[in-house]
């Protein structure tokens, strides 16, 4: 079938530099700063893949030193942040707070990559203490695959931001290779461990002489090695390992392990808690005294049950068989009477007093756990976030507390793009204080990829694409939230792939208004004047603080109205702040000498005012390379080549500006909108007038 010829919206009269043009329309304080590669550097000392001694050219301010620019830092927001798992739970057990952590398995497939890490940051919102991540040798556990037992936990530290543990099993591998496995993970920000055997080859296997044969050995070699770096996990078996002698040999060995250095213990599953509370009380009367948290297995299944059972070795009690044999066909049947003796069985757990957490074995599945959580009171999603924007877990990132808002709907980009700096901005986001972006050219990665197929895309976005006012219609389905023309609701768009904040509802009407005509709004904050912390919406940092904002908007639009909008910048003078640019680099701001402008900043007890957000124009030029690199790569590569639905998105990417605007006046109600109402009535005047 023959597509008809895309329908490109004219163009108009356009000068050869807008530049020019707002210079010839008097803009104050205009400065058109020079082309910025990627190759330069913001620091005078080399960082990354930066070269020595770079440093802004063409540039009125001064250089400073990274160090001198982060003196006055403000102190953490978050004491958890520097704190140890061990620690972590001693503090829980001192104020009597229960909680539970969660165990994933890594996918076989690229797709169950992407949709676990979506599952980590669902799971993630509801409190866990930690994450763990089981080692699978047959899938090359250790490499840098991305369904990886290594890569799955990395990206859970460092683009989720939760406090991860990596099972490591030693059965099998040399001393050289688990000593390189422990080193990439404290490279790649992994703190904790769970030291495991892991299972023999065959039935006839035999201990080999200076090998690895116990999960003591392991632990053992940690210490050894690594000293106190990692917190270190044990296996428990409440009725004894399947391969023991007895169950007195299995809880000598498990208090080896312990003597060895381990610093907790996590059990095998089981189903009564009577033989969680025998198991405890076995433990303290040998002399274990450190934290022992029960596993929790959730029936979900009878194909999943049966599974188990044969893996563990263990035996499912004939009161539980009772029940799960006249159902076994009716998984919804199963699942839910799993949830219920999950909560029968964590209720009486919790209220014996002897365990200060729970450890759930979810099977990578979300709801049946999450329902079990909740019945319990323990999902505890907090509406407060710690900083506007989600943390990372990796150590080397814990005094991290100020990032420019360009990325606050992609921070695993920017975390992916910041990974290689030794040093992070803290305090304030000096001109000249932190290193050279990294490229962005692995669209693919896992925890860069859209969560949605692209089947499901092509759905939200248009199977066919006649018009850039067809584009138009995308971004208005996404803020409205009503379904498009074939009935297909839009909840992501290439520069988001979540669902709207809910920040954004303060400014719905004026954002559908714009994008109707062609302003395509990416990011934007409404000002905010002294709301407390706690408040629901716009809330974040410690209880009893008040946060405040300067309006933001950012938005994709064309020449034509970028020319309007700058005469009509011109009754704002100072109050507006302002960064334009093109693809191809063509720049304006009136951004004095490149300073960056705090945006987001909060004021709490007994701490210095923190200011965690700020428009920046230096790191605004790396941003517009990825913001306009998502148009080809997120939605034009959805389809052919020469299509007019690909022509009409490589239009857009080629001749649209990227726009970013900040009203100082916070205490006023923002002029932004008013901004906007006068370009897009500038535009539309007719010619004679």
């Known amino acids: ?74 102190p953490g927001l978050d004491p958890e942040r520097r704190e140890r798992l061990q620690e972590k739970m001693k503090r829980k057990m001192e104020s009597g707070d229960k909680w539970f952590s969660l165990e994933f398995f890594p996918p076989r497939m690229a797709q169950g990559a992407v949709n676990l890490i979506a599952m980590f940051d669902q799971m993630g919102a509801g409190g866990p203490l930690f994450i763990d991540v089981t080692w699978r040798p047959t899938q090359d556990p250790g490499s840098d695959k991305e369904t990886s037992s290594m890569t799955i936990a990395s990206t859970a530290v460092n683009y989720c931001g939760l406090e991860t543990m990596l099972h490591m099993t030693c059965l099998c591998q040399s001393r050289e290779a688990v000593t390189g496995h422990l080193r990439k993970a404290r490279r790649l920000g992994l703190k904790n461990i769970l030291a495991l055997r892991g299972d023999p080859p065959g039935e006839q296997w035999e201990e080999e002489e200076g090998e690895f044969s116990h999960a003591t050995d392991l632990v053992k070699h940690i210490r050894s090695e690594f000293g106190d770096y990692f917190d270190i996990c044990v296996a428990g078996y409440p009725k004894g390992h399947p391969d023991a002698v007895s169950f007195e040999d299995d809880l000598k060995h498990l208090k080896e392990k312990v003597t060895a250095g381990a610093d907790f213990i996590i059990t095998q599953l089981f189903f009564e808690a009577d033989t969680f509370f025998l198991f405890v009380d076995a433990c303290s009367k040998i002399g274990i005294t450190c934290p022992i948290l029960p596993g929790i297995f959730l029936i979900q ?131 000249s204080s932190s290193p050279a972006f990294g490229e962005l050219k692995d669209y693919y990665l896992f925890y860069l990829k859209s969560k949605a197929p692209r089947e499901e895309l092509l759905k939200m976005w248009g199977e066919q694409l006649s018009s850039e006012k067809s584009v138009f219609d995308v971004f208005v389905r996404y803020l409205s939230g009503e379904p498009n023309q074939n009935g297909h609701p839009v909840t992501c768009l290439p520069w988001n792939d979540e669902p709207l904040a809910a920040e954004t509802s303060l400014m719905k ?22 709301k407390p912390s706690s408040d629901p919406v716009v809330g974040w940092g410690p209880s009893g603080g008040y946060v405040f904002q300067k309006a933001y908007l950012e938005f994709f639009t064309s020449r034509e109205t970028v020319e309007a909008l700058l005469q009509v910048l011109k009754k704002y003078e100072l109050r507006v702040n302002y960064h334009i640019v093109d693809v191809k680099g063509e720049n ?29 124009p230096v790191s605004f030029m790396f941003w517009k390379d990825e913001a306009f690199a998502l148009w080809v790569e997120r939605w034009g590569k959805l389809y052919d080549e020469k299509s007019p639905s690909r022509r009409i998105i490589q239009h857009i990417h080629d001749n ?34």
């Open 1 to 74: 079938m023959d597509l008809p010829n895309p329908e490109v919206l004219p163009a108009g009269h356009c000068w050869p530099s807008l530049g020019m043009r707002a210079l010839e329309a008097g803009i104050v304080s205009l400065s058109v700063p020079p082309s910025i590669s990627k190759d330069s550097a913001m620091v005078n000392e080399p960082r990354g893949n930066s070269g020595p001694g770079t440093h802004w050219e063409g540039s009125s301010c001064g250089i400073e030193s990274s160090k001198d620019s982060l003196k006055g830092s403000s």
């Open 509 to 530: 009407e004026e954002l559908l208004r714009v994008n109707r005509r062609g302003v395509l709004t990416i990011n934007s904050q409404p000002r905010v004047n002294g």
């Open 588 to 616: 304006i701001t009136n951004a004095p000498e490149l300073q960056p402008n705090a945006v987001t900043w909060g004021i709490f007890p007994g701490r210095e005012i923190i200011q965690p957000t700020v428009v920046d």
């Open 301 to 431: 299944s009878y194909h999943s049950l049966r599974q188990l059972m044969k893996l563990s070795k263990l035996e499912v009690p004939q009161s539980i068989r009772d029940v799960i044999e006249p159902i076994k066909d009716n998984d919804d049947a199963i699942c839910n009477y799993g949830i219920d003796q999950a909560v029968s069985l964590c209720r009486k757990l919790l209220a014996s007093g002897l365990v200060p957490g729970l450890h759930f074995y979810t099977l990578n599945r979300l709801k049946a756990t999450t329902e079990v959580l909740k019945r319990l009171g323990m999902w505890t999603e907090e509406p407060r976030r710690p900083l506007p924007w989600a943390l990372s877990a990796h150590p080397k990132r814990r005094e991290e507390d100020v990032r420019p808002i360009f990325w606050a709907s992609r921070p695993k980009s920017y975390i992916y793009r910041t990974r290689d700096w030794d040093e992070f901005p803290n305090g304030r986001w000096g001109n």
């Open 656 to 689: 649209y500006f990227l726009v970013n605007l900040v009203d100082n006046e916070f205490p006023l109600d923002s002029c932004l909108w008013q901004v906007l109402e006068d370009t897009l009535e500038l535009l539309n005047r007719p010619t004679s007038e």
